[in-house]
């Protein structure tokens, strides 16, 4: 009797799995037909209304946003992309469709990171005022306009900082700022090595590690050692010639943003006391991108290191510390390429490649 309850609740478990995987997994037919409705004013947007390939991105009309009583309206000049647009754009991995929405996104609107001047303001807004150059991160980045609680991800742009420059910072710069001070703990005078140098959270994390006082050591192809090397690593490792991890050499913290040596190994390379920090995950839409959750959470009560991957979270606060840096001539954004709104599609498909060298940026008519 125990065992065909057993059976049973086992057969209902599998059920439930199946169901959900295909609930989640399923991807509706891309819909047609104007998107603004309000009958109010209207913007050029870059959206998306199913998903998939770059190819679902549409350069159209919709509602220009208004500004509740906190929050402030923003003329974007400039947006960055980031891994998490394409993500978001393809629903993958697939459970992020219980937040983005089953079958088709809940949201049509793309981008997150932007720079841009202030054009109004809610009734209660003290900290900025019509006229401010600011940037943050916001939904609808890939917008002419976007709205943002003035409590939120959002900062004054440095005068020394151009537009385009500052709209690659929040998500990429944030990540790299908490890995090294929240998670990596890093100190002045240790060793840090970051594997991933040349790319976006890279290039910020080699920077605002130097800024820490660190020794710093970075990773990556032959062709990014001289940039590497510019931004202020003390010694860089070209990949495709010598494996860090077979270097002899040891370190305090490991930032990792690629993930092709795994935590075992990394280990090996790490002080006593040293610490692991994973940032992102492979892809793929099921458990690839959460291999590094996994082996992180599974192997840290066994060794003496502290192993962990975690999710950066914008704040205002450290907006105005990433600001303090760049005032300060300390941190600067590595731009690729830039784009025109029209084809943001064009930039996202080159964010997939993984080829990017820092930043991709979204310039605004």
Not at 309 to 317: D, M
Request: net charge negative; charged share 20%.
């Amino acid at each position: 009797m125990i065992r065909r309850i057993l059976l049973s609740g086992l057969a209902l478990l599998v059920l439930a799995v199946a169901v959900l995987a295909f609930v989640i997994s399923n991807t509706a037919d891309c819909p047609s037909g104007p998107v603004a409705t309000s009958g109010g004013e209207t913007m050029s947007a870059v959206i998306y209304r199913c998903y998939g390939s770059p190819d679902v991105l549409e350069y159209t009309t919709v509602d220009k946003p208004v500004p509740e009583a906190n929050e402030v309206l923003i003329k974007v000049v400039a947006a960055g992309v980031n891994p998490l647009d394409w993500h978001y754009m393809r629903g993958s991995p697939y459970l992020l469709r219980l937040f983005a929405g089953t079958g088709a996104p809940d949201d049509y609107r793309m981008g997150v990171d932007f720079a841009g001047t202030v054009v109004a303001t809610g009734p209660e807004v003290t900290r900025f005022k019509v006229g401010d150059e600011v940037f943050g991160g916001a939904a609808g980045a890939f917008g002419e306009y976007v709205v943002r609680s003035e409590n939120r991800a959002l900062a004054h742009k440095p005068d020394n900082v151009s537009f385009e420059e500052a709209a690659g910072v929040p998500i990429a710069a944030i990540t790299a700022l908490q890995a090294l001070r929240d998670h990596g703990q890093l100190k002045p005078g240790q060793r840090v090595l970051i594997n991933g140098a040349s790319g976006g959270v890279g290039t910020y994390a080699v920077q605002i590690a130097k800024a820490m006082g660190a020794h710093v050591s970075g990773v990556c192809s032959g062709r990014n050692v001289e940039m590497v090397t510019s931004i202020g690593a003390d010694q860089v490792f070209n990949y495709k010639q010598e494996n860090y991890t077979e270097s002899g050499q040891s370190f305090d913290l490991i930032v990792d943003m690629i993930g092709n040596h795994g935590p075992l190994a990394n280990r090996q390379v790490l002080t006593p006391e040293g610490r692991l920090v994973m940032v992102g995950g492979a892809k793929g839409n099921w458990l690839a991108p959460f291999y590094n959750l996994i082996a992180t959470t599974l192997t840290n009560p066994f060794v003496s290191q502290e192993l962990t991957s975690f999710t950066a979270t914008l704040t205002g606060e450290d907006m105005a510390e990433l600001a303090a840096l760049m005032a300060d001539g300390k941190l600067r954004t590595v731009i690729d390429k830039v784009y025109p709104l029209a084809d943001t599609a064009e930039a996202v498909r080159y964010s997939e490649s993984g080829r990017v060298r820092g930043k991709i940026v979204i310039s605004h008519p």
